[in-house]
Structures are given as C-alpha cells and as structure tokens.
C-alpha cells in the first residue's frame, strides 16, 4: 500500500509560480512512476506529467512552464510550475503507478495504482 500526501496548493496571480510536493510513504519509492493530474470544476481530471527512471512526460498544454522532479531521499515528488495561468486553476493530484517505465499509457487514469487526496491551485487573472 501507498499513501500519497499532496500539499503546496493555494492562490497565485497570473504569471507566477508554485512548487507543489508530494510525500509518498508505504513502498520503495523509487520503483514507482508518479504522475501529476489535475481536474477544474465540471470537468474531467486531466494529465498533466509524469516521471520515472525512463524520463519524463507531459501535456501539451504545460511543457515549458511546469517541471516534474523527485527526492528519492525524502520519498517525495515535485511539480515546479511557472508562468501560470487562469486556465491552469484545477485540483492537483499526484498518482503512484507500479511500474518504473513510462508508456504511451502514462497520460491515462487507468495506468495508476494509488491516488493522493488533491490539493487546490488558484491562478487569479
């Protein structure tokens, strides 16, 4: 079993940024690919990165702007976000997936094992 503990959410304006963690505790860390998702108001929830020891994905829509890092160390999962915008605003959550490759499933719900509770990310225009 994993637990995953989400925190670094809050409200930012528009083109500032945030650092959201993610504590993992219950496994070996390392073995695990963690993901990022995140979901707005009436819509589905939405992939955002992904990393493992084979690398690293991410949508579209914030290449560029957002970073997926780890400290194997502490068992913990970063999303370093920039330049945000009004459209990022959503729930954040991090997801643990048994598996230490990433595949073109990566992007989909399915492809993960255990979820965090989801913290919230405000960007004020």
């Known amino acids: 079993q994993v637990q995953l503990v989400e925190s670094g959410g809050g409200l930012v304006q528009a083109g500032g940024s945030l650092r959201l963690s993610c504590a993992a505790s219950?496994?070996?860390?390392?073995?695990?690919?963690m993901g990022w998702f995140r979901q707005a108001p009436g819509k589905e929830r939405d992939f955002v990165a992904c990393?493992?020891?084979?690398?690293?994905l991410y949508a579209d829509s914030v290449k560029g702007r957002f970073t997926t890092s780890t400290d194997n160390a502490k068992n913990t999962v970063y999303l370093q976000m920039k330049n945000l915008k009004p459209e990022d605003t959503a729930v954040y959550y991090c997801?643990?997936?048994?598996?230490?490759?990433?595949?073109?499933?990566?992007?989909?719900?399915?492809?993960?094992?255990?979820w965090g509770q989801g913290t919230q990310v405000t960007v004020a225009s």
């Open positions: 997801a643990a997936a048994m598996k230490t490759y990433i595949s073109s499933t990566a992007s989909r719900l399915q492809w993960y094992d255990y």
């Open positions: 219950g496994r070996t860390f390392s073995n695990y690919a």
């Open positions: 990393m493992s020891r084979s690398g690293t």
